[in-house]
Every structure is written in C-alpha cells, then in structure tokens.
C-alpha cells in the first residue's frame, strides 16, 4: 500500500485517481445544474431537515421500521458491533447448513470486516460487484465509497486476474467483466444466503432501499434462499415519499445518474403467489458506535451522510492521497469527520488536520454536512485530549507565544524587526525547513508597513 | 489598498495595535488562544466605521466565526457581532460601499485570477474581483480551469502535509501555466505565498499579485 508521500509522487496512480474523480466531478455537475435541475438546492435543504429530524427521533424511527419489516414476515436484528453480526449470521448458516454467500457492495460490512470474520469459520463470502470482486481478488479494502476500485487501471485488472484465476492476460473492459460474470453467475446460483447493504431504510413502509447500477445487489437479495441485509441504523427516513428527495440526491451526486439503473425496495421474504423472492428475509440494524455520536448536538450531523461520495471525488487532499491513506474504510472528508468520532480523536489525532478547509466537500454534500465546521471542532477536541495526555506541549507553547504576542503590539513589531533582520541567516529547520521542502520563502520586504505607515502619516 | 482607497476619496487609518485576527490558532485547535488574539482584534478596530481587510480568509474569521470562538460568552458575541458588518473584504468594498468598478488602473499583461476558497465559499466572492479586473486598462484575464480549486496552504496545513500541500499547489500552477498569464492575482496573500514559493521552486516566469496591487497600478 502506497504511503502518503508515495501516493503523491507516483504519477499513474495521480493520473488514475485524477482521471476518474474528474469523470465523477463533471458528470454531477451536469446533473446538478440550474438548467437541468433546478429544485437541487432546495432539495438538499430539505434532505438535510429530513435527516436532522429522523436522527433525533431514531428510536421512535427504530421502532415503527421494526414493527413494519416484522408484519412483512421479516426479522429485524439489533447488533451493537461486528462480533454480534457475525455471531447471528454464523448461528443463522449453521442451522441452515450454508456454505456459501454472495455479496453485494456494502460499506457498513466493510467497516465491520465482514468477510474476513466469516472466512476464519469456513464460510465463503463472495463479492459480487465488480469492483468489490476485484478488490476481494486483491485482498484489498476499498479506495473510494462509491467507486471502490477507483484507483486500479485496466491493466492492474488483468494482472489481478491472471493472478488470481488463472485467466490469460485480458486487458479489455468488457471481455474482464465477462470473465467476473462467468465466475460469479455460478456463485449466485449456488449461494445459500445473500447479503446486502442498504442505501435507505424505509420505517413507514419497512422497506429496505438498495441502490446500484450492475443489478447483483437484486441478484443477491432474491436468488439465494436466505437474504440478509445489514444497514448502520442511521440509514432510516421516515416516510417512502421522502425517497423522492433522497433518490434524487444520491444518484446525482454519486455519479450524476437522476436515477441508478437499478432501485430496488425489498420489503420481506417472497410471499405466497410472487414469483420472486427469498425464503427468508433479516435486517441487521447496526450500531457498532453511531448512537455515541447523537450525544453532540453539532456533530451528530455526520449521521445524516448517505455514502454518495461527493465529498471525496471534489476534495484535493483526497485527490491527491488516494483512498488507502485514510485509517478507516470510509476515506475522504466524511471519513476524515466520523472516523475520529467513532474511534476516539486520540487514536488518529492527525486526521482532522489533513484538509486545507477549503470547504468544497460542504459544498457538494446533498445532506449539507457542515465538513468543515466540524473538522475544526475536532481539531479543538484533539488539542484538549493531548493536553489531558501530556502530550504536544511544543505546540501548544507555541500557540501560547503566538496569542501572547498578537496581544501584545509592541512585543510583535519588534519581534518581526529580529525576525526579519535574522531571517536571511535562519538556519532552515522545523517548520522553515517543512516549507522549503516544497517551496521557496517569500523575499522579505525592505522595509515593514508599519514603519512605512508611520513614515507616511509623520510627512 | 491604501492608495486605490485614498483614491476614491477614503480616509484610511491604520491602527498601530492591530496584529493578527486569531485564525492560525483556531484552525489548529487553539480556541483559548485565538479568543485573546480577537478579542484584541475587537478592542483595536473598536472604533472604526469601516474595516477594509485584504484577505478573503481573515474576513470571514471575523465575520463568521468569531460567532463559534465567542460561543457561550454573551458580551463578546455581542461584541463580535456588532464588528461583523462592519468588516469588509477589500473587493467587495470597492464594490458594494464604495460602488467602484473602474479605479482608473493600468496593468499591461495577461492575468488569471485564483479564487481563494474563504473567499468564495464563505463570503460567495465570485464575480467582484472579476469586474474589478475587467476595467483594469491594458489588462486581459484569461480563467484558469481549477480556478476554484485550493492552492493547498491551509495555515498549518502546509506544514504538517508539505507533500500533500505541494502537490495541490502543482496542479494549481499546471492548470496557470495553461492559460499563459505572467501573472495570478488573488485577494487572499497567503494563497500568494505559497503559490509564489512553489513557481519559483519550478523556475516558472509567473508572478503573483494581489487584487490591491493590480488596482494601484497606474
């Protein structure tokens, strides 16, 4: 896995990750639009006051999802973290004998490393989206939380391929997606359960909403007998009438689609007279430490995210560190905010810190996630939790000198006078020398404004 | 700025107490220590009936937020939102206060201009500058494609990710080097800065301007 710096300075994997943000960032603008679009800020309003009432009125959400999802037959199973999860989908294939799953993209199993758990008990998970299939080939985790092998070209396709299939060299798109067709239309048919994630949690109608545009998310909730789908419990809206916001949103944002090719709304095991359908049908609401972030009245908007990516393909630093950099699956500007509160602010302190605050990520997010805003108040809690630790004392001195100097004038104009009369002699080190690694220092002027104010206003 | 203010018939002061408006030590997680610096910011431009500031970024520190800083301390919010209106950025002056557009300047040469993102994202400076630009004599603009995009500085950012902060710079200076300028103007200096230094670390010919500079040009 490429380091940061590695990331920065390999120029195939700028050019990929570049090439295909771009092709992401232009087909949304062209579907956000004035022209072809004009209710898109409104509705982002909207979607965001949706959001913001539905996460304060989880339990009531949690409650109303449930009691429908069980009248359609369903089972609704509360898991407070990975261990749970896997516990129940262990117990559940043991009773019904299963072997094998089929996947469908999911980034709530990713996060809880679902694959992996599963595989210690001999039970094969397969992904079944494309992208997903060659990462799992490639044990690697996702680059991007739309486009998950956002980072691989054509070429590192094939290589993976003939690795690990054994196939000869195919570094065609279309001929590579046949090759993972031929594969997986084998494993849909003899996979016992299928899982899934869901893109929205419907709690008026208990419907779970799965968005995706290759159709093996429908594949996997209706050709094995048994379908799972594992949803973090902020996936919930109120009402199915809401989706009118949020599909429109999604798509748009993700990929600038008004509308995936496939939407499915999967409501219970088939029943009597459909043709189509699983058996069975559970959904694994998860907590795995989202309810510790309702606790902050400003931050708990980091649950109103619904995985469109926007955020990541517009942001520069993601552009240029990739995806593999960030510590958690979810990479990019919301990653950057909810993984500190997931994880504590002292497991990655410098997480927060890596972002200019440009601030195109809040501009792009169709829930209006304050990015930015909240990015700062982590910063705030990573200072206090080292002040508590004992640790960054060189810094915060530092912070210390600075506030004390800006409040007191003539300590800071005669302290600029040392600074620049030694400037030209400084040795480069510290911060000087993190400047010059990559960039000249400015040349100082010949004489201060002050000074120059003050010679002005005495003629 | 003092000269294109003076020009339009302003008296221009400049208190000599004034330092910094706190944002480095916010953006780094020092709220303590950001709350003295513009709590004396507040005490220093008390006075004043306007506050022309020539930076996008330090504009918005202090107009929006100022609000988060002080939040919970009733008599400086009060204090801070009563500056608030007071404060504005030197483009948007000209504009809107001073409503100039044509400040009789002559630049010779072709420009491209960088939006800086406080600028554009928070004070939803787009145009101004622009206009601005436009009835500067001798002087074309041709827009860059990653006109929005950051330049990478972000205060500490810069010296806590110097690759990361480079590279974004880079980009930045490609998408400049394309619309043949000699010269990028912006109305944040720190944006400027570190433009400045990475062109000159790559030996470009490109100079980087403020909007003041452009404007009291003759």
């Given amino acids: ?459 | 700025m003092t000269e294109v203010l003076e020009r339009l018939g302003y008296q221009v002061d400049f208190p000599a107490a004034q330092t910094c408006c706190g944002q480095p030590a916010f953006n780094s997680g020092y709220t303590g220590d950001a709350r003295r610096v513009a709590r004396h910011f507040l005490d220093v431009f008390n006075t004043a009936d306007y506050v022309v500031v020539p930076s996008g970024s330090c504009t918005s520190m202090i107009t929006h937020h100022y609000e988060d800083i002080f939040q919970g301390d009733a008599k400086m919010l009060e204090s801070a939102h009563r500056m608030a209106p007071r404060v504005w950025e030197f483009s948007r002056f000209l504009l809107e206060v001073a409503k100039a557009e044509d400040v009789g300047a002559r630049f010779d040469g072709i420009v491209t201009y960088h939006d800086s993102c406080h600028a554009l994202r928070e004070l939803r400076i787009k145009q101004g500058p622009r206009r601005l630009l436009a009835k500067v004599q001798g002087l074309t603009l041709n827009e860059m494609e990653a006109a929005e995009e950051c330049c990478g500085f972000g205060g500490t950012f810069s010296i806590k990710f110097p690759e990361v902060s480079g590279g974004m710079a880079r980009t930045k200076i490609d998408s400049i080097v394309k619309t043949k300028a000699g010269t990028v103007v912006s109305i944040d200096s720190s944006c400027l800065m570190q433009l400045q230094g990475v062109i000159d670390r790559s030996g470009l010919p490109i100079r980087t301007m403020h909007l003041a500079e452009i404007l009291a040009s003759k």
Wanted: charged share 25%; with cysteine; glycine share 6%.
């Fill in chain 1, 1 to 459: 896995m490429a380091t940061i710096k590695e990331t920065v300075a390999d120029p195939r994997l700028q050019l990929a990750i570049y090439s295909a943000t771009q092709r992401l960032i232009d087909h949304r603008a062209g579907a956000v639009g004035f022209k072809v679009f004009p209710e898109y800020q409104d509705l982002r309003t909207l979607a965001h006051d949706i959001k913001k009432h539905t996460i304060e009125h989880l339990d009531y959400y949690l409650e109303q999802l449930e009691a429908n999802v069980v009248a359609h037959g369903g089972q609704v199973i509360f898991c407070e973290d990975a261990e749970q999860v896997t516990d129940f989908v262990l117990n559940l294939a043991k009773q019904r004998n299963a072997r094998l799953i089929v996947k469908s993209k999911s980034m709530t199993t990713e996060e809880i490393h679902f694959n992996e758990r599963l595989e210690h008990h001999q039970l094969e998970a397969v992904e079944t989206d494309l992208g997903e299939y060659i990462l799992q080939l490639a044990h690697q985790r996702p680059y991007h939380i739309v486009a998950p092998a956002l980072h691989l070209t054509r070429y590192d396709v094939a290589d993976i391929f003939t690795k690990s299939l054994g196939v000869k060299k195919e570094v065609v798109i279309e001929e590579q997606t046949k090759i993972a067709r031929s594969v997986l239309r084998d494993k849909f048919l003899q996979a016992d359960i299928g899982v899934t994630g869901a893109n929205f949690l419907v709690a008026d109608s208990g419907a779970v909403v799965v968005v995706e545009n290759e159709g093996n998310a429908r594949l996997s909730s209706s050709a094995p007998k048994i379908h799972i789908a594992v949803a973090g419990i902020e996936k919930l809206i109120p009402r199915a009438q809401d989706l009118a916001v949020f599909l429109n949103l999604l798509g748009r944002s993700a990929t600038g689609q008004p509308l995936t090719v496939y939407t499915s709304f999967l409501s219970g095991p088939r029943r009597e007279g459909e043709v189509d359908g699983p058996d069975e049908f559970y959904l694994i609401l998860l907590d795995n430490g989202r309810t510790k972030l309702l606790a902050d009245p400003d931050k708990r908007q980091s649950l109103y995210c619904i995985r469109c990516g926007a955020c990541l393909n517009h942001c520069p630093v993601y552009r240029k560190i990739g995806g593999h950099n960030y510590p958690w699956v979810y990479s990019g500007p919301i990653g950057a905010i909810i993984t500190p509160q997931f994880h504590g602010v002292s497991k990655d302190p410098w997480l927060p810190f890596a972002s200019s605050l440009c601030g195109a990520c809040a501009e792009v997010c169709p829930v209006k996630i304050e990015i930015p805003k909240l990015l700062l108040k982590l910063r705030a809690e990573v200072v206090e939790a080292k002040q508590r630790e004992g640790a960054g004392g060189l810094e915060r001195l530092a912070f210390r000198m600075f506030s004390w100097m800006m409040t007191h004038p003539r300590v800071y104009l005669m302290l600029a006078c040392i600074g620049s009369a030694l400037a030209p002699i400084t040795p480069k080190i510290g911060p000087l020398r993190k400047w010059t690694s990559q960039r000249s220092l400015p040349p100082l002027a010949s004489t201060s404004f002050h000074k120059w104010w003050a010679e002005r206003s005495s003629k």
